[in-house]
């Protein structure tokens, strides 16, 4: 599989990262080395294996379900771009 | 009196509690050599002030006899670690100016337990790198130089490259580090220092801003084992916070130590060889084995036949779960905003994260994106977990026949600033060695262990079964004590 210019635009646009056109034609050929690279993971037999996703056996834990933090608004606030009225601000969305 | 600097963070906490000096002169001798420092550009924040409080507090403790575990030991922090008041940026500019307002589970531990930090140490920019020359705020340069008189600026590693820099160059006595594929012991070898990368869930990480989630753990860089074996008790245990911390006793680990490694069987994985490798490192290598040997090891070859499939299945797994951790850095609720005129919220998300993050970081989040989008997600996410999978039975049925694994660190001695940057994949081959124990949680460490013949530090690493750190550090001082390790960059900064 390798990309072209409207995937790699399409993949950008879904990370939201704003790419120029100069940009997206450097990026084709660098992703498609890395790319074509991950696939030799084909050669590997993953018939009957299970997706490892937790390397260390371990079991998600419950708490009790109680208040244990909160009251910080103005401490989450603090590294805001643009904080109103208690708010975090943002352009207007118009839907 | 002698160099303080030249102390371990052993010969500190030792010499402090007898009386020879006192923290805060130890923590003026670091300050200062931070600030000589500045060429090396090891230190994005420098914390001078927050050293000699801590300092002061352990001076004071002394006169009531009362000590904690680090007191009167300044060290340096990774700045992938959330420092409460200081400026935390994980060498981005997208979080350029955050400034925490909570404190990282990891440095709490170590400032209750009485440590000083002597500032925020430059890094691969959001730990992505094996050179550290991602970082937005310039490239860390490592101490060593080759001996051909070029003076070449050489990569202290990546991506923890202003820790390596720092212990290497005498500025700080041990630092915090992070290891998602390597980036602790790759810079390790690089600098001539050593440094642990715990079983993944020792280390908490709750407030290391994330990079990789299933991958990421911390763990110390210091001058030798035992300072390794300090640091990493202050920083392991349980921690709620973080839903993967593994809720288990901490070991002692300094106390446990010995390098008699009688009885013990040391297996020499048959794959850990790549084209091209120096043969300085083979030869440094089967010395390692000799060590080991001495140290009344058995030796046994083993099998790791997955090895050549880590580093593709991490540049899977590591952009994949990098795409979704990183998602966060909207323009929104901290960091950098950019807003060009007329811009909706769509377009403002788009122009801040082109201009936040740099050309590494948008690489591995797009590979990330394509591997986890509709259509592809089987082909590349779930085989790579599979693979990930063999792996770890690789390593499961290695440790039926022995108790640690000896391999060289990386397949070269570091290289110049420069000199595989235009290749993102030549960098990545970087860590064939240390990947394939991270993506099976293994505790590893890297030991300095000789010199190339242009003068510069090459590692040997040792990985240990899951929980196992004791035997990782055990045969590392094994290795340590018969490399007699004494080399140091001659100071030109």
């Known amino acids: 599989m390798s990309v072209d210019a409207t995937t790699v635009r399409k993949i950008a646009s879904l990370a939201r990262i704003a790419v120029s056109d100069t940009e997206v034609d450097a990026m084709v050929p660098e992703l498609n080395n890395i790319l074509g690279w991950i696939e030799q993971l084909g050669e590997v037999d993953t018939d009957g294996v299970a997706p490892l996703a937790a390397v260390i056996p371990n079991h998600l834990r419950l708490r009790d379900d109680v208040v244990t933090d909160g009251n910080i608004r103005d401490q989450i606030l603090k590294n805001a771009p643009q904080a109103e009225h208690g708010f975090f601000a943002v352009p207007k969305v118009i839907e | 009196m ?21 923290a805060r002169e130890v923590a003026e001798a670091f300050n200062a050599a931070v600030a000589a420092g500045k060429p090396l550009n090891a230190f994005l924040v420098e914390t001078p002030e ?16 009362e000590f904690r575990p680090l007191s009167g030991v300044p060290l340096g922090i990774k700045d992938l670690f959330c420092t409460a008041g200081y400026q935390t940026t994980a060498a981005s500019h997208i979080l350029e100016g955050f400034v925490p307002t909570y404190e990282s589970t990891i440095t709490a531990k170590l400032f209750g337990a009485g440590a000083g930090m002597l500032g925020k140490l430059n ?183 997955h090895t050549r499939y880590a580093l593709p299945t991490y540049y899977i ?109 030549a960098m990545y ?11 099976a949680g293994l505790p590893a460490m890297s030991v300095p262990a000789g010199l190339d013949a242009q003068g510069l530090p090459l590692g040997l690493q040792i990985i240990g079964k899951p929980l196992d750190e004791q035997g990782v550090l055990n045969a590392g001082l094994a290795i340590e004590q018969r490399a007699g390790f004494n080399a140091r960059a001659e100071k030109w900064w």
Not at chain 2, 50 to 65: Q, T
Not at chain 2, 429 to 439: G, Q
Request: net charge negative.
């Open chain 2, 317 to 425: 797994i590591a952009p994949a779960e990098a795409s979704s951790n990183l998602a966060r850095y909207d323009g929104v609720r901290y960091g950098e905003r950019e807003l060009p005129d007329h811009a909706n919220l769509q377009e403002m998300y788009a122009a801040t994260r082109a201009a936040g993050f740099g050309p590494e970081v948008k690489r591995r989040i797009l590979i990330g994106t394509y591997v986890l989008s509709a259509g592809f997600y089987d082909a590349y996410y779930t085989k790579a977990q599979k693979v990930r999978a063999l792996i770890a039975r690789d390593f499961e049925q290695a440790f039926q026949q022995c108790d640690v694994l000896l391999t060289p660190t990386a397949p070269s001695a570091a290289f110049a600033l420069g000199e595989k940057s235009a290749d993102p994949l």
């Open chain 2, 429 to 439: 081959l970087n860590d064939v060695f240390t990947v394939p124990a991270s993506l």
């Open chain 2, 123 to 305: 890094l691969d920019q959001f730990a992505m790198g094996s050179s550290n020359e991602t970082s937005y705020y310039g490239n860390v340069i490592s101490p060593w130089r080759r001996k051909d008189g070029g003076n070449a600026a050489l990569a202290p590693g990546g991506s923890s490259g202003g820790s390596s820099a720092a212990v290497a160059a005498r500025m700080a006595p041990g630092a915090t580090g992070t290891d998602t594929g390597g980036s602790i012991r790759q810079p390790a070898a690089f600098t001539g220092i050593s440094g642990i990368k715990p079983t993944y869930g020792r280390c908490s990480r709750w407030g290391v801003v994330a990079f990789a989630s299933s991958l990421d753990q911390a763990g110390p860089m210091a001058r030798d084992v035992r300072d390794c074996a300090i640091l990493l008790e202050a920083m392991s245990g349980f921690d709620p916070k973080d839903s993967t911390s593994l809720d288990l006793p901490v070991p002692q680990w300094e106390a446990g130590l010995s390098a008699d490694l009688r009885g013990k069987k040391v297996g020499i994985p048959k794959e850990y060889r790549v084209e091209g490798m120096p043969p300085e490192i083979e030869a440094l290598w089967q010395q390692g084995i000799a060590w080991a040997r001495d140290a009344g090891a058995e030796i046994v070859e083993v099998s790791l036949p």
């Open chain 2, 50 to 65: 927050h050293a000699l409080a801590a300092a002061d507090e352990a001076d004071r403790g002394r006169a009531s006899a």
């Open chain 2, 2 to 22: 002698s160099n303080l600097t030249d102390l371990t963070v052993a010969g500190i906490r030792d010499g402090f509690r007898k009386g020879d000096f006192s």
